[in-house]
């Protein structure tokens, strides 16, 4: 990008990010209780960052599994569905245990987020929300939180431990506004986060991803972590649609895998690799 141009979106961007708008109301077995806003992050989830385009990768060998088309990305590992007027998706997942990678350092901090969304797939919009999990020295810090670009993660005070089961619903109500819900399904409770004004949302991408996050605006290091899944459901010009014929995503690092996704029927697997 020309520095002129780099000025004029950074300009964009802070204008826009300006206008994000959150508020939040928290839950516990369906009574609304009181909503602490956590600490500002300088986590931010990004759109996919494509390391190549689609090819069809065919697991014909095993059985019940399609062929299916896999792009790879240096963030992004899961599955999104494509086409157009995407208003709603909903996703459920445990809150991955975290390891650090052969050649990792015992002082590094490795992460990885779990999330749905909408948009990001092909353009610079974004609604999500989700968990975010990082290693700190022996112990394990996880965080509910939630996103809408071009601002960063807002994180939300609903407690997260290492393998809760955690269910999230991204719905649009409109081009910039949406709806994030986030179950703690073990608790009942719940948070509900209503934005506007992020960057307007072409709908036309829902996606369950597991993500190298950026701190700044470098990837934080990838955890490994074990095979994990998403199950979950998309609406799609008001008709429901599973991830069953979903374009994969695995993460590519230095020309290293180090994420893939497949399909058992319509859950989505990402084994570390
Ligand atoms: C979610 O459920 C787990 C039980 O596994 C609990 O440890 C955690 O504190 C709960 N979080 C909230 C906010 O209730
Ligand atoms: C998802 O959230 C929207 C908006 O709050 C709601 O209308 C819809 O019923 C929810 N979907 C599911 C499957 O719970």
Known sequence: MKFSSALVALVAASIASAEVTWEFKKYDNGVEVDFEEGPATKFQTQVLQRVSDARKRNRASFAGRKAATTVTSSNWCGAAVTGSDYTSVVGTWTVATLSRRSGQSSSSDPALAQWVGIDGYSNDALIQGGTLSQLEGSSQENY????????????????????????????????????????????????VGKVSGGTKLSQTAAEWILEDFESGSSLVEFAGFPTQTFTGTAVHSGTSESPASATLIDIVQSSKTLCSATLSGSTVEMTDS
Not at 155 to 164: A, C, E, F, R
Not at 171 to 190: F, K, L, P, Y
């Open 144 to 191: 509910a939180w939630t996103e809408m670009l071009p601002a960063s993660l807002k994180q939300i005070s609903l407690t997260v431990k290492t393998g809760d089961s955690i269910t999230t619903n991204v719905t649009a109500t409109g081009t910039d506004s949406g709806t994030v819900t986030i179950i703690n399904n073990t608790r009942g409770t719940s948070v």
